[in-house]
């Protein structure tokens, strides 16, 4: 089996997209994926809420595995909104290192703002 890419995965994953407006870029289309996007983040930190709650914060391996399939989620509405976007992962991907090693580079990685 070749490795999976960031295109790959997109490509595949665009193929059990079933919402509304799948594949069109249109408005529909952009806050189902966004709306879907939001809602499984939430569902990762909702997961570490509970060990914090009931487990005094110790992660066991099944919160662990379960933390990671909520992130999988994340990772599918994602490359669903860069797809309706009318982007690919790679290049979103790849241009956040770039600005983050620019940032980096000039000494500005912390703080806060957009254009630093």
Do not use: C, H
Not at 4 to 25: M, V
Not at 29 to 51: F, H, P, Q, R, S
Not at 83 to 108: C, H, M, P, Y
């Amino acid at each position: 089996m070749d490795s999976l890419t960031f295109e790959s995965y997109q490509l595949a994953s665009a193929e059990t997209a079933i919402y509304p407006g799948s594949g069109t870029g249109d408005t529909s289309a952009i806050v189902y994926t966004l709306l879907g996007l939001t809602n499984e983040a939430g569902e990762v930190a909702g997961k570490y809420k509970k060990v914090m709650r009931d487990n005094g914060g110790f992660l066991t391996d099944e919160k662990r595995q379960e933390m990671l399939a909520e992130a999988g989620d994340v990772l599918w509405y994602l490359a669903g909104l860069v797809g309706e976007l009318g982007a690919g992962l790679e290049d979103v991907a790849q241009a956040n290192l770039d600005k983050l090693n620019s940032r980096k580079v000039r000494g500005v990685i912390g703080g806060s703002g957009d254009n630093r």
